[in-house]
């Protein structure tokens, strides 16, 4: 048989039932959509993922400075040997002990047995470059600075959460809290601390107030870095800030860029690459049943093709044709469809779309080979009739 023959007797076969046809790439139509979204949501979402992860983590350095009874292992003044470093951006020192934890803060010294006398706040010692390390943003007043801890001065910045258990909502007419009986002035409220949300519910103060809380030493050192800078300077801080002990401090580090996209697309495509298999499956069952009916349908003309001469090979070849052009055109339609759809959610969220164009052009193959596996079994069943009972 001509294989111009065949094509046309397989297209004849498809559309001579258009609308049955359609309804039978439907199923394969939304499996390749499904698996062109997966695929195209995933690496856009990962790449915008990297985008924010980079904008908040990939940029942040953390290290962790163990206490000594001996001696204090990171000086305060160390922090402005750090931000000599190429890369570094800024960089905090903070001083947080566990009795600094949990202590009485209160608006006023008025004792008011029907109310509640303070509330427990955590209180920390931190640099004055702390806003600019956590991306933080001052919601009313100012943050203490360099004259303020050389006059010693007893200033205070709150944390939103904490000064809002206060009730302090207003500098203006300085208002002030009572730490162990002794007040200070609060000159701020900060907010935004994007990066140690810890610091939203405590008090901050200068580091030479830091001793009237048991605060002498550096716990904590904040640092943040120019993009792709991160690594480089996680190797480097330890020894900037002591020389003497730099492999006692713990630097953490974030992971790298490349490992959160690969690990945000994993996800994506596990969730939903599921789901995309059973709607291909969904549509080859679908096709394999149509077919199935189809041939039960035509009968009489394939006993009329065998008795004209017709082998079992053209008649299987004829079906599986069929199967592979209308899992074909539901290939060529999901693909469409899904591009159009990962563009779309992109445009809408503001996102790059990023879209592998070998995916797109594998899903009409992919469809195409749904539609012949599904084909299979009816094909076959089609070529073993023999004329005489096809025609009776």
Known sequence: MDIRDLWAESMAGMLARPIRSALTTLGTVLGITTLVVTMGIAATAGNQIV??????????ITVEVPQSSRQALVSWEAVAELRRLRGVLSATALAQSDKSSNLVVTANNLLDPTQVAGQTLAVVAATPNLQATTHGRLLAGRFYD????IRRDRVVVLGEQAAAMLGITRLDHAPAVFINDRAYTVIGIIGGLQREQILAGAVLVPPTIGPDFGLKNVTRVLVGTQLGAAELIARQAALALSPNHAGEL????????????????????GLFLILGLVSLIVGAVGIANVTLVTIMERVAEIGLRRALGATRRNIAAQFLLESSLIGLTGGVIGA???????????????????LDIRLALAAPAAGALVGLLAGLY???????MEPVDALR
């Open 146 to 149: 360099a004259g303020h801890i």
């Open 378 to 384: 009816p094909a076959l069943r089609a070529a073993r």
């Open 336 to 354: 469409s469809l899904g591009t159009v759809a990962v563009v779309t959610v992109a445009a809408v969220r503001h996102w790059t779309p990023v």
């Open 250 to 269: 713990q630097v953490i580090a974030p992971p790298g860029p490349k490992r959160a996209r690969d690990g945000a697309q994993d996800d994506v495509n």
């Open 51 to 60: 985008g924010r992860f980079d904008e908040l983590l990939a940029t942040s």
